[in-house]
């Protein structure tokens, strides 16, 4: 059930105590500022309190100087400045600084978002070519341009400067620009090196105004939140001041568009941006033109301000609808029987548009936990252009790289890539990603690991509680949202929600506390919820309003139970439907297993005493266990995440388990008749009373058991002296009826008994 392997939370301790008293804080947010390594009271200051005057001095980033002062130079000359920019939300957002930034020097300034599908990611030597044929005399680059080495020196040798302000990874060899902004440029002093482009901008609108320019830190902090920048040191102070002037914008554009998006302004946070505003941005450069974000962020008139935003809101409208068409799509490869036996998938389609194939390849990687490309062609002639996603630890860049030589296109990282490639090479791609799954030892559906931050109750779950740990926000890369890890006495009113029923809505209760839970894309968990024990929910509080009223709300991320999720498959007879499930059939009788074999495909077989148990999170019991030590010893090897039970025992078993009175007197008179009795005489015994061997040498040890019998030198003997006895007394005999009696709860009894006996064994 869970989707991660959770590690945490740390307990509160006696220094966190101290702390609390010295910050004058809550013990929790000093546990938790503590694990963030703000561990001393003026950090914690510096913290929660984030000052403008604490960004640094923009004067320090390379060539900041020699940047503003060619800049300046081209608005006094009124020489024409072009601001190349990019087409996603931090390129968009970056672009609409500079412009401000330039036109409030009194320049007249153009601009330029490359197309992603005629242009590509940025610099582009056509362009280029045609800014410089056209009359700019300054490029100013915003989010990109450290990679454009042939296209910047084309420029310059043709009388354009370039300056360019980008944040991206620096190339082995560096363009010759007139200026290069960039804060991780080499031997550079600059103290912080993961300014998003918006950041880097902003740096240089405050160079240019030799002041912080507060009016643009609402466009600084929507580029920094949607680049998914570590949200610390300047980053963190941008964040905190944007969000808050965000609120208030008055920004026409972005008036607008909270409209169509039914944004309340009051209410805007991190989350607002990175799910809200910003994808709404980068969908225009995924399936239209980012120029228009441009317009829509710097624009002077309502008219066109409520004519563009409802442009964005139409072209996300069909980004999501296009998303979702190509993912059903893509879904039903991802589940063929062939791609079933992969660890990697290759999925191709034809003209499924080519700006969303990340979104769909990330969503495949998700739902399989497969490493995933998907690619598309418009025509049969044409090359195949696509992206990946990784899932797990598995490196997709270093898969690839190697083979450069197959793709026409091709760059990323580790989680994600993009490329062209010819199809008469997309066989040869899918074998290099399954050779690459081997020699990284990937196993698909690897849960990777999360820690939680805090351990609550259900009735901390307060909005007071909401409120003391919003002093740690804005959250996000490297200042994450605390993860609450809880332990509910009780999970109740589980269902599903939502135009699919693909999220999950129940309440966690504790005492007299309720608080009401929602887990996005947590439906398939539900089923399980309803009948687990011991459940720990990790997620974060997030508060909710509706009509008027508000209230706490956990919003879950994964669920881990300790006890398994226990399934009845119990029936009379066996079904071909019980050997259906995709998971490990376990026996606890090898005649079982071998005459049970032709009812399983491809499904393992193992048995319940075998180490390699722990590899399955998914069980089904086949058979019934002899004893309930096998049920421990079962428990003892597997780590299950659910179990379903068939209990199987065939009724000639049932009916004959214990032999009856007139059993036990046959054998008895036998023995009294006819002693002793050599052990090889056995067979003929057990045809002459009509009994099976089993069943002789069952009552052969019970009436040991009981002294009727003994052992005299290599015979049986009977001893006359018996002391007689009930035989429930006798071992053995109770050990058979333990069994019987378990099989029969097992195979018969109510589900709240098997399930409280399975529970004991798997706690």
């Given at each position: 059930m869970n989707h991660f392997t959770w590690t945490g939370p740390k307990a509160i301790d006696e220094q966190d105590q101290e702390f609390a008293k010295q910050i004058d804080q809550p013990v929790t947010i000093a546990h938790l500022l503590r694990q963030r390594g703000v561990a001393t009271p003026a950090a914690v200051n510096e913290f929660l309190h984030p000052e403008l005057s604490n960004l640094h001095d923009p004067f320090v980033l390379h060539d900041m100087q020699k940047a503003c002062d060619r800049i300046k130079a081209a608005v006094t000359a009124g020489e024409k400045i072009t601001i190349y920019g990019d087409y996603d939300a931090d390129g968009i957002t970056s672009t609409a600084i500079?412009?401000?930034?330039?036109?409030?020097?009194?320049?007249?300034?153009?601009?330029?978002?490359?197309?992603?599908?005629?242009?590509?990611?940025?610099?582009?030597?056509?362009?280029?070519?045609?800014?410089?044929?056209?009359?700019?005399?300054?490029?100013?680059?915003?989010?990109?341009?450290?990679?454009?080495?042939?296209?910047?020196?084309?420029?310059?040798?043709?009388?354009?400067?370039?300056?360019?302000?980008?944040?991206?990874?620096?190339?082995?060899?560096?363009?010759?620009?007139?200026?290069?902004?960039?804060?991780?440029?080499?031997?550079?002093?600059?103290?912080?090196?993961?300014?998003?482009?918006?950041?880097?901008?902003?740096?240089?609108?405050?160079?240019?105004?030799?002041?912080?320019?507060?009016?643009?830190?609402?466009?600084?902090a929507i580029g920094t939140l949607a680049d998914v920048m570590p949200l610390v040191d300047e980053n963190r102070i941008i964040a905190y001041y944007g969000l808050q002037q965000l609120q208030t914008t008055d920004r026409l554009g972005?008036?607008?568009?909270?409209?169509?998006?039914?944004?309340?302004?009051?209410?805007?946070?991190?989350?607002?941006?990175?799910?809200?505003?910003?994808?709404?941005?980068?969908?225009?450069?995924?399936?239209?033109?980012?120029?228009?974000?441009?317009?829509?962020?710097?624009?002077?008139?309502?008219?066109?301000?409520?004519?563009?935003?409802?442009?964005?809101?139409d072209t996300n409208t069909k980004r999501r609808s296009w998303v979702q068409d190509v993912v059903d799509q893509a879904l039903v490869q991802a589940r063929n029987s062939a791609n079933q036996q992969r660890r990697t998938l290759v999925i191709a389609g034809e003209g499924w548009h080519e700006g969303i194939l990340g979104i769909v390849a990330n969503r495949i990687a998700e739902d399989t936990g497969k490493p995933t490309i998907v690619l598309s062609r418009e025509k049969l002639t044409d090359d195949y252009k696509g992206s990946g996603r990784t899932a797990g630890a598995y490196n997709l860049f270093d898969a690839m790289d190697p083979h450069r030589e197959d793709y026409i296109k091709f760059g990323g990282h580790a989680a994600a890539v993009g490329l062209t490639i010819a199809a008469e090479q997309m066989a040869k791609l899918a074998a290099v990603l399954e050779q690459a799954a081997q020699d990284q030892q990937f196993k698909p559906g690897a849960k990777p690991t999360k820690a939680a931050d805090l351990a609550v109750t259900v009735p901390q779950l307060t909005l007071d509680f909401y409120g003391q740990l919003a002093v740690l926000a804005p959250f996000g890369t490297d200042n994450t949202q605390p993860i609450l890890a809880v332990q509910p006495e009780l999970v109740r009113g589980v269902q599903t929600m939502g135009q699919t029923n693909a999220h999950l809505r129940c309440q966690m209760v504790t005492g007299q506390s309720v608080v009401n839970t929602v887990g996005f894309n947590l439906a398939k968990s539900g089923a399980g919820l309803m009948n687990a024990q011991d459940v720990t929910m990790y997620g974060t509080l997030q508060k909710n309003?509706?009509?008027?009223?508000?209230?706490?709300?956990?919003?879950?991320?994964?669920?881990?139970?300790?006890?398994?999720?226990?399934?009845?498959?119990?029936?009379?007879?066996?079904?071909?439907?019980?050997?259906?499930?995709?998971?490990?059939?376990?026996?606890?009788?090898?005649?079982?297993?071998?005459?049970?074999?032709?009812?399983?495909?491809?499904?393992?077989?193992?048995?319940?005493?075998?180490?390699?148990?722990?590899?399955?999170?998914?069980?089904?019991?086949?058979?019934?266990?002899?004893?309930?030590?096998?049920?421990?010893?079962?428990?003892?090897?597997?780590?299950?995440?659910?179990?379903?039970?068939?209990?199987?025992?065939?009724?000639?078993?049932?009916?004959?388990?214990?032999?009856?009175?007139?059993?036990?007197?046959?054998?008895?008179?036998?023995?009294?008749?006819?002693?002793?009795?050599?052990?090889?005489?056995l067979p003929q015994i057990a045809k002459r009373l009509q009994l099976d061997m089993a069943t002789l040498r069952f009552i052969i040890q019970v009436f040991f058991d009981l002294g009727f019998l003994a052992m005299d030198g290599q015979a049986i003997t009977f001893q006359n002296d018996l002391t007689p006895q009930p035989l429930d007394q006798a071992p053995h005999y109770q050990a058979r009826l333990k069994h019987i009696q378990l099989v029969q709860t097992l195979q018969t009894g109510s589900w709240d008994k098997v399930r409280s006996i399975l529970n004991q064994q798997f706690h």
């Open positions: 500079m412009k401000e930034a330039i036109e409030n020097l009194g320049g007249e300034v153009e601009f330029y978002i490359p197309n992603r599908f005629t242009d590509g990611y940025g610099p582009n030597m056509a362009v280029y070519k045609y800014l410089v044929e056209t009359g700019t005399k300054l490029i100013v680059t915003v989010d990109n341009g450290i990679t454009g080495h042939d296209e910047i020196a084309y420029a310059q040798d043709h009388g354009t400067d370039v300056i360019v302000t980008d944040h991206h990874e620096l190339p082995t060899v560096l363009p010759e620009a007139y200026a290069t902004v960039h804060a991780r440029y080499p031997d550079t002093a600059y103290p912080f090196g993961q300014l998003s482009g918006a950041g880097v901008a902003f740096k240089v609108a405050s160079a240019l105004m030799e002041d912080v320019p507060a009016d643009l830190l609402d466009l600084a972005l008036q607008s568009l909270y409209q169509v998006a039914k944004i309340d302004p009051s209410t805007i946070n991190e989350e607002t941006v990175g799910f809200v505003i910003a994808p709404r941005l980068n969908a225009l450069g995924r399936v239209d033109d980012g120029t228009v974000g441009v317009t829509l962020l710097t624009t002077f008139d309502p008219d066109e301000a409520d004519t563009l935003a409802q442009q964005v809101e309003t509706w009509q008027g009223r508000t209230t706490p709300q956990f919003q879950l991320m994964d669920i881990n139970v300790v006890t398994p999720v226990l399934n009845d498959l119990r029936s009379p007879s066996l079904q071909r439907s019980q050997f259906s499930l995709d998971a490990a059939y376990v026996f606890f009788q090898k005649a079982y297993a071998k005459r049970l074999a032709t009812y399983l495909n491809d499904q393992p077989r193992i048995m319940f005493d075998d180490p390699q148990l722990k590899q399955y999170t998914k069980l089904v019991l086949v058979d019934a266990p002899t004893s309930i030590q096998q049920l421990q010893e079962l428990g003892q090897n597997a780590v299950p995440e659910q179990v379903w039970v068939i209990f199987y025992a065939s009724q000639s078993l049932l009916s004959t388990a214990m032999p009856d009175k007139r059993m036990f007197g046959s054998v008895f008179n036998e023995f009294k008749a006819h002693t002793p009795v050599n052990p090889d005489q």
